[in-house]
């Protein structure tokens, strides 16, 4: 299973971190992508995580705002999101592709989160 938490209210310019805490599951071999999606839009990559946490992967748009991380000993991956813009409002969600995967086609995540909800005011 896979449980993000961390969302809420942020005004603009502010900061947010979300985690997914991950169970049920070997952890330490799978790599963590973050997805998000916003009314009336479709659902799009934002991060990935390679399972050792020395490849990371980013929605070119959200380069240096956003970071990825985790802690395989908390079986927690991390999703720091600084400089919100109204834009970055969305649901967000964790997943899990398939084992030796760790890019963004959505395609390739198999094991889904429920979403956390992130609003930014302007």
């Known amino acids: 299973q896979l449980q993000a938490s961390g969302g809420g209210l942020m005004q603009a310019g502010g900061s947010l971190r979300l985690s997914c805490v991950i169970s049920?599951?070997?952890?330490?071999?799978?790599?963590l992508g973050w997805f998000r999606q916003a009314p009336g839009k479709e659902r799009e990559f934002v991060a990935a995580i390679s399972w050792t946490g020395r490849a990371t992967t980013y929605l070119d748009s959200l380069k240096g705002r956003f970071t990825v991380s985790r802690d395989n000993a908390k079986n927690t991956v991390y999703l720091q999101m600084n400089s919100l813009q109204p834009e970055d409002a969305a649901v967000y969600y964790c997943a899990a592709p398939r084992a030796g995967y760790s890019g963004s086609r959505e395609a390739e995540y198999d094991y889904w989160g429920q979403g956390t909800l992130v609003t930014v005011s302007s």
């Open positions: 049920g599951r070997t952890f330490g071999n799978y790599a």
